[in-house]
């Protein structure tokens, strides 16, 4: 069997480009700014605030969760999705890492 391309890269790479994967479309980033602005858990309030049918936000709610970033808890027929901390705090930590590599290059002479 051959090698993923996937497998050229170290986990910590894969795993930030899945995230980046994640956040990469404008109606995931607003189901999380949402999240982060009720700064609580949330379940139908969504199609209303986004304008979105229910099935679209399901499917990026999906995305969300299967990257960790959200989590979500079922009661009856209710699911509540709210922020996953700890897997925020290693994805902001990831991002940092490598934001904070960049050098200022008005320092010096670039390309």
Known sequence: MGVTKSDLFTE???DLALAAKALAHPARVAIIEFLLK????????????LGLAQATISQHLRELKDIGIIQGTIEGTSVSYCINARRWAEIQ??????????????????C
Request: charge should be negative; aromatic fraction near 10%; glycine fraction near 4%.
């Open 12 to 14: 910590a790479q894969n």
């Open 93 to 110: 930590k990831q991002f940092d890492k490598i934001f904070n590599q960049f050098k200022d290059p008005s320092s010096k002479d670039c």
């Open 38 to 49: 009720s700064d609580s858990c949330i379940n139908g309030d969504l199609v209303k605030e």
